[in-house]
């Protein structure tokens, strides 16, 4: 199995969902929400998408970084790389059903960890995708974080504890769910947070607490207010909001702002080991993937995720040696031009 026969079969089981396109800017799935798209134009995937373009890597072959090391230590793990699963749900009526939700939640915390690294699982209007997802972490001993739409606090705090019960190493919500169609197609409310809120969020649980889809520094600062634990900044993929600033833009000044007081994870956009190697220049600490992984599970299960990942890793590991970065926790900012 190679990534072409994964892609390819994917593509098969996607037809009207997903063209597995071969640059996946979001033009081809442009509105397609539920579905694998952007919202509205898909302004803000597609932004997203050639904002990351325009961030250069700076070619470096003069140094001693022969054997970069591309270990990333978070929340107790020490992952083989910066780059995690990120939380996706829907396997039914985003990604036309090439799957069970139960088997791409087996697929997902399963691949990750023989990558080396771990998934999130995520949260939507369908109760039983929630219940997948903590089934299988809960048979990888733990090794998985659960993140939650911004529900009514009390519906958030019930399942953190399922998620305390499964074991996970840390929970969070995705606050840009806020808006989400599929969730209204459920009859599910969610909406904005208070700092109010995720203080108490924070302060139900010991686990570490993650707020995803931040694209402010004033949202930022709000959430080291609050005791959180990390930040993803993310616009969800483009798919709450259309004509939103991309997560590249605002990334360095996030992290300028409270980088030394919470860790600071983004998404956008990843495709190959060289997009990561550019958010951790610009300040992230790792990154967060979806949709190449949802491609892996499709067109080729648990092995195809790992397949994906291993990929991105080793992509990551020839550019730290193309660009003289000898430690994934140290890529200085003069590795690219922005």
């Known amino acids: 199995m190679d990534l072409k026969d994964v892609k390819k079969v994917a593509r098969e089981k996607m037809k009207g969902f997903c063209n597995v396109c071969r640059e996946c800017n979001g033009v081809w799935c442009a509105g397609m ?3 694998m798209g952007g919202a509205g134009s898909a302004h803000s995937f597609k932004h ?19 054997d970069p090391n591309t270990e990333f230590p978070i929340f107790g793990e020490s992952l083989s790389m910066p780059v995690i699963t990120a939380p996706i749900t829907g396997t039914k009526f985003n990604m036309g059903g090439g799957v069970s ?9 399963h691949g990750s960890i023989e990558a080396g690294t771990i998934a999130m699982i995520g949260d939507t209007g369908d109760a039983t995708c929630f ?29 953190i504890r399922m998620a305390e019960e499964a074991g996970c190493i840390a929970v969070g919500m995705d606050i840009d769910g806020a808006g989400l169609v599929t969730m209204k197609l459920f009859g ?38 609050a005791g959180v634990s990390a930040i993803v900044v993310s616009n969800h993929g483009g798919r709450v909001l259309n004509n939103t600033l991309a997560p590249v833009e605002v990334l360095e000044e996030i992290v300028e702002a409270v980088g030394d007081k919470i860790t600071v994870l983004s998404d956008g956009c990843i495709r190959e080991g060289g ?50 970065c000898s430690d994934a926790s140290s890529i200085s900012r003069d590795r690219v031009k922005y």
Request: with cysteine; glycine share 10%.
């Open 33 to 35: 929400v539920p579905g």
């Open 48 to 66: 997203a998408y050639e904002e990351l373009k325009r961030v250069k890597l700076v070619m470096k072959t003069i140094h001693s970084a022969t």
């Open 101 to 109: 939700e139960e088997e791409y939640a087996s697929d997902v915390v």
């Open 131 to 159: 219940e997948y997802g903590l089934k299988a972490v809960r048979e990888a001993k733990g090794r998985g974080i659960a993140i939650i739409k911004p529900r009514e606090n009390s519906e958030v705090i019930k399942r």
């Open 188 to 225: 599910q409310p969610v909406g904005p947070k208070s700092i109010e809120d995720i203080k108490e969020l924070v302060a139900s649980t010991e686990l570490p607490f993650i707020v995803k889809g931040i694209l402010s520094v004033d949202e930022a600062r709000a959430c080291v207010e």
């Open 275 to 324: 997009d990561v190697l550019k958010y951790l220049a610009l300040g992230a600490r790792g990154v967060l993937v979806g949709r190449p992984v949802i491609w892996g599970s499709i067109g080729g299960r648990q092995e195809g995720v790992k397949l994906t990942l291993e990929t991105l890793k080793n992509q990551l590991y020839q550019n730290m040696i193309l660009t003289g």
